[in-house]
Structures are given as structure tokens and as C-alpha cells.
């Protein structure tokens, strides 16, 4: 038994060692907090990369980190005069300061060269066999990305997907973070609303529908490794997706999109989502901090400057109205009144065809 007397000599040692203790957790508690306290210099941790990213891409010793700019084409004539503007103001923007623009290629899956060979860089592969597109020439995408990573030679460790009715309106730079590609988000891309068709391609144990990004597969900036895997997945998926009657009829033109989402999905690879990678005209209406411009919608409007979406306007710039040849130089400027995003738009397609030799040709 222990007397009083040892209690007593022993509590002023006790009180040291709990003090000790106590300085001791203090003390790493601290060193821990200032070690991950955020910095300006860092980059924050990404948790969720379904978030805006910093903006740390002009940083100075920022290691640069290009990327190879790929479109996908048909020897169409509106294909090829929607690429010859792209390819303008890629050249246009790739070498000034805050660009990681490295190569470009233009996928030409005709199977066959056609005359704007000499004028962009362009890798000819072949359609997928007659009829298995079904008529949906869209399916043919991720097969001629397929047979271009197996084909070519490309020297950057990142690809850019594009399609022809881009618009680059400032240097671009590698928006993805490692292993975390960079998309953008769609609207019309719900994956929650149409589970129970995604579940006959994305499988319960692959967790839930809400994996699948919000995107297409264009704009995306990824890690060439990584679409190597993807691109075989997304063309199977895009195939299976179109057999399937059900499928096919609640998708529609954007089966495919659907289907480099899906097999993202599948190989866990989760998208930074960036809503200023490009804007789409008529809808948005500033120019904000994009890099791209993305027409694809009809752009209507009245004399006064009113959208006539839906209805032939007054004054109107859509890319369809041009299916068997380019649009004329110097085309009329909106009126008074039309946003900042369709006036750029037409500005920037008539400085590209005043400069790009034989456009009327």
C-alpha cells in the first residue's frame, strides 16, 4: 500500500509530465496547423474537382505543360470551312503569352485526304463500316480518336478534344490538374434523370449515376494516357447506346456526349468542371473570362436587336446556312443591341476570312 507521504512526493513529478505532454501536443498541433495553413505561392488541395480551379496558371516558374490541339472532321464542305477558321485563330493565339497550345491535328475521318491537306496538319482514318453509324455521323468520332492515339505520333503528355465550330478568343492553358481532366458542363446533360437507362451501361457497383460528369467529350483537356483508355470504352458505349431503341430515342444528337461521359465514368476518371472554358452564343451574352466560343446555335435577331430564337430574324448568323459552302467575307454586323458574344463572334469569322487566301475558293 502507498502512503500519503509517496502520493505527495510523486504529484509535483506527475504535474511535469502532464505539463510536458500537454506542451508537447500543443506545440505539434501548432507546427501541424502553419505547415498546411494555405500560402499564396501553393495551390490548394483539391478535394472535389467538380469546382472552379484556382487561378494559378500564369504563376511565375510555373513548369509549362502543353497540350495537342484534336478536331475531328469530314471532308464535307461544312466541315472544312468551319476548320479552316478554327485552325486560324489557333494559330492566332498559340504563341502568345499564357498558351500551352502545342501541336494540332485535324482527324479527318473520311478515309481518304481531301484538299485542305497542305493548309492543316490533318491524319487521315476511316469511317466506322457502312451503315454501323446508322446515320448518326457523330458515332464516328470516337473511332477516329481511337485509330489516331493507336496511329500517331504525339508529342504532348495532354490532348485538347475541339470541334470545328470553336472559336479561340484568348490563349488557352492547360486547365486540367494531373490525373483530374478539365470539361465542360453542359445543362442538357442530366445523368440523375435518366438512370435508369445509364444503369444498362454504368453498372450499380460502379457507384452512383451522379459519377458521371455533366460534359461531352469536347472541350476537354486530358491526359493523353488517359483517353487512351477511355477512347476504346467511349466508342463501345457511343455503339451499344445507339442499338439500344430506348437509349437512342432519349438521347438523341447528344448519344455520343452521353457516351464519353459513361466511359469517363468507368474508368473513374472525374472532370474539373469549368464553366469558362467557352460560352455558346446566343445564350450567353458576355464574353466574361472565356477562352472559347462554341457556335453551334442559330444566332436570330429583329432590327432592334431582339432574339428571334426559333424564328428567322432579321438579321441572322447560323452556321447551317452555309451545308454546301463557306460563308461570305465581310458578312453585316448585328445591329444595335445584340450582345457582346454574338458581335465577337461575327467580328472574329470575318477576320479569318479576309486573311485565310483563296476563301471564296
Same mark, same amino acid.
Given at each position: 500500500?502507498?502512503?500519503?507521504?509517496?502520493?505527495?512526493?510523486?504529484?509535483?513529478?506527475?504535474?511535469?509530465? #502532464?505539463?510536458?505532454?500537454?506542451?508537447?501536443?500543443?506545440? %505539434?498541433?501548432?507546427?501541424?496547423?502553419?505547415? %498546411?495553413?494555405?500560402?499564396?505561392?501553393?495551390?490548394?488541395?483539391?478535394?472535389?474537382?467538380?469546382?472552379?480551379?484556382?487561378?494559378?496558371? %500564369?504563376? /511565375?516558374?510555373?513548369?509549362?505543360?502543353?497540350?495537342?490541339?484534336?478536331?475531328?472532321?469530314?471532308?464535307?464542305?461544312?466541315? =472544312?470551312?468551319?476548320?479552316?477558321?478554327?485552325?486560324?485563330? &489557333?494559330?492566332?493565339?498559340?504563341?502568345?503569352?499564357?498558351?500551352?497550345?502545342?501541336?494540332?491535328?485535324?482527324?479527318?475521318?473520311?478515309?481518304?485526304? *481531301?484538299?485542305?491537306? *497542305?493548309?492543316?496538319?490533318?491524319?487521315?482514318?476511316?469511317?466506322?463500316?457502312?451503315?454501323?453509324?446508322?446515320? &448518326?455521323?457523330?458515332?464516328?468520332?470516337?473511332?477516329?480518336?481511337?485509330?489516331?492515339?493507336?496511329?500517331?505520333?504525339?508529342?504532348?503528355?495532354?490532348?485538347?478534344?475541339?470541334?470545328? !465550330?470553336? #472559336?479561340?478568343?484568348?490563349?488557352?492553358?492547360?486547365?486540367?490538374?494531373?490525373?483530374?481532366?478539365?470539361?465542360?458542363?453542359?445543362?442538357?446533360?442530366?445523368?440523375?434523370?435518366?438512370?435508369?437507362?445509364?444503369?444498362?451501361?454504368?453498372?450499380?457497383?460502379?457507384?452512383? #449515376?451522379? %459519377?458521371?460528369?455533366?460534359?461531352?467529350?469536347?472541350?476537354?483537356?486530358?491526359?493523353?494516357?488517359?483517353?487512351?483508355?477511355?477512347?476504346?470504352?467511349?466508342?463501345?458505349?457511343?455503339?451499344?447506346?445507339?442499338? !439500344?431503341?430506348?437509349?437512342?430515342?432519349?438521347?438523341?444528337?447528344?448519344?455520343?456526349?452521353?457516351?464519353?461521359?459513361?466511359?469517363?465514368?468507368?474508368?473513374?476518371?472525374?472532370?474539373?468542371?469549368?464553366? *469558362?472554358?467557352?460560352?455558346?452564343?446566343?445564350?450567353?451574352?458576355?464574353?466574361?473570362?472565356?477562352?472559347?466560343?462554341?457556335?453551334?446555335?442559330?444566332?436570330?435577331?429583329?432590327?432592334?436587336?431582339?432574339?428571334?430564337?426559333? =424564328?428567322?430574324?432579321?438579321?441572322?448568323?447560323?452556321?447551317?446556312?452555309?451545308?454546301?459552302?463557306?460563308?461570305?467575307?465581310?458578312?453585316?454586323?448585328?445591329? /444595335?443591341?445584340?450582345?457582346?458574344?454574338?458581335?465577337?463572334?461575327?467580328?472574329?469569322?470575318?477576320?479569318?476570312?479576309? =486573311?485565310?487566301?483563296?476563301?471564296?475558293?
Amino acid at each position: 500500500m502507498i502512503g500519503r507521504k509517496s502520493i505527495g512526493r510523486a504529484s509535483p513529478l506527475l504535474l511535469i509530465l #502532464v505539463a510536458l505532454a500537454s506542451f508537447l501536443v500543443t506545440y %505539434n498541433l501548432v507546427v501541424l496547423v502553419i505547415k %498546411n495553413w494555405p500560402r499564396e505561392e501553393q495551390t490548394p488541395v483539391v478535394d472535389d474537382p467538380v469546382i472552379q480551379m484556382p487561378t494559378d496558371l %500564369n504563376r /511565375p516558374g510555373r513548369t509549362r505543360r502543353p497540350f495537342h490541339v484534336a478536331v475531328t472532321a469530314t471532308d464535307a464542305p461544312y466541315s =472544312k470551312w468551319q476548320c479552316r477558321i478554327m485552325y486560324y485563330w &489557333y494559330k492566332n493565339m498559340k504563341d502568345k503569352e499564357g498558351s500551352e497550345m502545342g501541336g494540332f491535328t485535324r482527324i479527318l475521318h473520311s478515309g481518304k485526304p *481531301d484538299n485542305l491537306m *497542305d493548309e492543316i496538319p490533318t491524319f487521315v482514318v476511316d469511317p466506322l463500316p457502312a451503315g454501323m453509324d446508322q446515320g &448518326y455521323i457523330v458515332l464516328n468520332r470516337p473511332w477516329a480518336f481511337v485509330q489516331w492515339l493507336e496511329k500517331a505520333t504525339i508529342k504532348e503528355d495532354y490532348i485538347l478534344m475541339a470541334e470545328p !465550330d470553336h #472559336v479561340f478568343v484568348k490563349p488557352l492553358p492547360n486547365l486540367a490538374r494531373g490525373s483530374y481532366p478539365t470539361g465542360f458542363p453542359f445543362f442538357y446533360i442530366k445523368p440523375s434523370e435518366h438512370e435508369k437507362l445509364l444503369r444498362k451501361f454504368f453498372p450499380e457497383e460502379k457507384g452512383p #449515376v451522379t %459519377n458521371i460528369d455533366p460534359i461531352g467529350n469536347s472541350p476537354v483537356i486530358i491526359q493523353k494516357s488517359q483517353l487512351e483508355k477511355i477512347a476504346p470504352t467511349w466508342m463501345n458505349v457511343s455503339l451499344m447506346m445507339k442499338d !439500344d431503341k430506348e437509349t437512342d430515342k432519349a438521347f438523341g444528337w447528344v448519344l455520343e456526349m452521353y457516351g464519353y461521359a459513361v466511359a469517363s465514368a468507368l474508368h473513374g476518371v472525374q472532370h474539373i468542371l469549368r464553366k *469558362d472554358f467557352m460560352i455558346q452564343p446566343p445564350w450567353d451574352l458576355k464574353l466574361g473570362n472565356t477562352y472559347i466560343i462554341h457556335y453551334t446555335y442559330g444566332c436570330d435577331y429583329s432590327l432592334k436587336g431582339d432574339l428571334t430564337y426559333g =424564328k428567322i430574324g432579321e438579321w441572322r448568323f447560323d452556321k447551317r446556312s452555309y451545308l454546301r459552302g463557306p460563308p461570305p467575307r465581310n458578312l453585316s454586323l448585328p445591329p /444595335p443591341g445584340v450582345p457582346e458574344s454574338v458581335v465577337t463572334l461575327v467580328k472574329m469569322v470575318n477576320e479569318a476570312t479576309s =486573311k485565310i487566301p483563296g476563301w471564296d475558293d
